[in-house]
């Protein structure tokens, strides 16, 4: 099977993965191959049509980023939507993403984070299939779900087929945290899941049509291209960073709990060397230090220019996280108890904690005290009620 698929990267004159070492994955001496690497499964779907990619700077098969590989093989590429971070994945978390052109390329990037999430329907005149290829990260509030959950409302609407390149999730050996209530429905959780929900991107796209999320229960023209070589307890290390602030193999695996921070007035690292990497506040007693400065990614993070002490997680193995399967969250409650403790705020007051937690409950479990075992407690039944949905939609099992 890996002789076939050598020669027919040979023959499409596109770098074979295996011998570019940055950007191999080896999981018992079986290479991973991302769906995007499969181009001999959908070369021929695109063949003489024109397409929209919904892509950005993980788009990559080997060191070339997708749109240049479907341009080398003359297919035509009409428009590029454009999700959070942008096409490069230069801009803030939250910073407005423009209508633009493609310096490189020529090729319109129309926004999906900017004046509108969703494609409209002039956005989709014209065009005979869109591609979706982008890396994530395997938590719920991470905004690449909600923009694919837009775009297959999007195609199907009006009536226009959609191809999921898939990619490994590399927080997809595990599943926590809450299921989203649908009162907290948002932009950063839109469906009820778990925030950490063990699937890759074209598992989620299955369930989305599945369980008949999209509006007026429509569904959408789909087809997946799987990753070879995969399966969810396969530890994988992204080749490229999926945003600004996600640098590194241990920033993604702490993500899930850490970015929680984000609903408090601590800082957790933005604006720093090592974001999502340490955590920390004007008022904590603590001997380790930090101060977040504005930088490309992170302009305006919290504690701008404020000295933080609190905790420094590097010294933390990845491997030890991912043998634990949970999100960490042994610092939100004992930095939630020191601040507590001098009548300093600690959650923001827009809440948006609830927001990420997609419930209000967690927050107050926190405030009334309980602790890890109790919290974990409050989600477990619908956690096992999710396993139930998720098991249906897998494809790497």
Request: net charge neutral.
């Amino acid at each position: 099977m890996n002789l076939i698929i050598a020669v027919l990267y040979i023959a499409l004159s596109i770098p074979f993965p295996g011998t570019i070492k940055e950007k191999t994955w080896q999981n018992k001496g079986n290479t991973i191959f991302p769906g995007a690497y499969q181009t001999e499964q959908y070369l021929p779907i695109l063949k003489g049509k024109n397409i929209a990619c919904v892509v950005n700077q993980t788009s990559m098969i080997g060191q070339t980023h997708l749109v240049d590989t479907l341009l080398k093989h003359q297919i035509k590429i009409s428009k590029v939507f454009a999700p959070e971070h942008g096409f490069r994945g230069f801009s803030d978390a939250g910073e407005t993403i423009p209508d633009e052109v493609d310096t490189k390329t020529g090729i319109p990037l129309v926004s999906l984070y900017g004046k509108r999430k969703k494609p409209s329907t002039a956005d989709m005149e014209g065009i005979d299939i869109v591609v979706f290829d982008i890396q994530d990260v395997g938590v719920r509030f991470y905004t690449f779900l909600s923009t694919l959950h837009y775009v297959m409302e999007a195609c199907a609407e009006n009536n226009i087929p959609l191809l999921v390149l898939d990619r490994p999730n590399p927080n997809g050996h595990y599943m926590d945290g809450p299921v989203l209530e649908k009162s907290f429905t948002s932009f950063v959780g839109m469906h009820p899941v778990p925030l950490v929900y063990g699937m890759t991107i074209g598992e989620y796209a299955r369930m989305i049509n599945g369980e008949g999320w999209l509006a007026g229960q429509i569904t959408c023209d789909l087809q997946i291209i799987p990753c070879l070589g995969y399966h969810h307890d396969t530890k994988y290390v992204l080749p490229v960073k999926p945003s600004p602030n996600l640098p590194n193999e241990l920033s993604i695996l702490l993500y899930p709990g850490i970015c929680m921070f984000e609903g408090t007035t601590l800082s957790l690292g933005r604006g720093t060397e090592a974001p999502f990497q340490m955590v920390g506040h004007p008022d904590l007693v603590s001997p380790y230090s930090f101060t977040p400065l504005s930088v490309e990614g992170a302009k305006s993070p919290p504690q701008l220019n404020v000295v933080c002490k609190g905790t420094d997680l590097r010294h933390i193995k990845p491997d030890d996280l991912r043998k634990q399967k949970k999100l960490q969250m042994g610092l939100l409650l004992q930095y939630y108890k020191e601040l507590h403790s001098k009548n300093i705020p600690f959650f923001l007051e827009n809440l948006f904690f609830d927001k990420l937690a997609g419930t209000d409950k967690w927050r107050k479990l926190i405030e009334q005290g309980a602790d890890e075992k109790d919290i974990r407690k409050s989600w477990e039944y619908d956690l096992k009620k999710f396993s139930g949905v998720r098991k249906k939609y897998t494809l790497y099992n």
